[in-house]
């Protein structure tokens, strides 16, 4: 990510010390938090932060650039955050946060989970997308949530604007018995998607393309206020 | 808020049996969960999990209920969940959740931080807002946000349908020395409402309503999808 924008301004990075997954918008309020110096980006400056990515929107606002940036870049996360991910991914909740204070915003996610996962076709999209809204500017009160596929670059069909694809997680937690006896669960399931729209991000992603879906944070179903006016309410 | 839905069918309830303020669409993917039956309820079916207030939610369907609900109630929360407090809300969140999973579901919260807060006034209007979706059923994938202000009965002003306030929170860390002298930060910070409109979930708990916010999850600002589409990406 910083090689990503490093040419386009000054980047500070301001970064959890561990990994975040799933954190979704949690912020940290009973226990304080933490931030140290770091020199793991040579010459750029750089913190790590005890808390969550939340947090460190936060505290990278009033405790190390005392204003907001230009441009908050989130990520890049190891793995996709299309379609409903948005609402766990730490990564899009920091982006979504960012926005939330009024900074353009925009956060990456590559479809791929490896270790060793190829991080260059991304780097080129992150550059042109984070360029573009440096030179453009985001709607009011709107970030973008990137994700990219994991395809060659011979395969790559380019990058596509798209909604939310209306698709879930199925659970199906795996119990176990611990040496005492007792049960306890892990979280598995698969993703399914039951929209097949190819203005989704789903199919995007499915079809070589990298998805842009701008995000706003009004979670108002603004259609359902007559709905729910014709009601009657007996206390 | 089982007092407040016991009436109205048979109740299940699965809480975490921590605080979980601030939590947010967080899941628990790195570690096992627990699942305890509890007798805190006499009659009334219960389990406390060691998880977030969204695994509850998917621990209870695969684990508890074996099937979705007719309702999910969440709640109800100690302090308000109004606006963009949604976002960071466990309570919230998990009733998001039980509405991507497609079950009618509503969150209640009772803007009073108070230990011996008076619960009176919002069990009724929980019963009857819990009413009306069990006999009118929500808007496909639609969820309600419900805020009941700290009110006496006489001065309650009834309960109006409203869209999420465009308000934020302002940061202000509380940073404090350790006794070996780093430095570490307390989150604190004030709310800020820059939206008057009277149509909003701030206008109606400053004035003595409850405020119900009917509340999807497809964050896509499609307003924004013909604007992107201008812009030149070039790799």
Redo the contacts between chains.
Sequence with gaps: MVDAVKDLGEVVVVAPDS?Q??????????K????EKTDLYGDIQSYKCSGTP??CV??A???VLHRKPDLMVSGINHGSNSS?N???SGTM?AA?EAA??GMPAVGFSLSDFAYDADFSLAK??AK??AS?IIK?G??M??L??VNIPKVSEENFQ??R?C??A?A?WM???D??KDPNG??????TGKFVNQDKGDDTDEWALANNYAS??????????????P???S?????
Excluded at 182 to 187: A, E, G
Excluded at 231 to 235: G, Q, V
């Design positions: 990994p997954s799933a954190m979704g918008h949690a912020v940290t309020i009973h304080p938090l933490r931030l939340v947090d936060k505290l606002v009033d405790k409903i948005i609402l766990y909740s979504i939330i204070e080129r999209i042109t997308i573009n453009n985001l709607p009160a709107t973008l949530n380019g990058i604007i909604r939310q209306n879930k659970e199906e937690f119990e176990r007792k049960n306890y669960y892990w979280l842009v879906v701008p995000v706003h944070f009004d979670l108002t179903a603004h259609h359902a206020i709905v729910l006016n009601w009657n309410f007996i206390l």
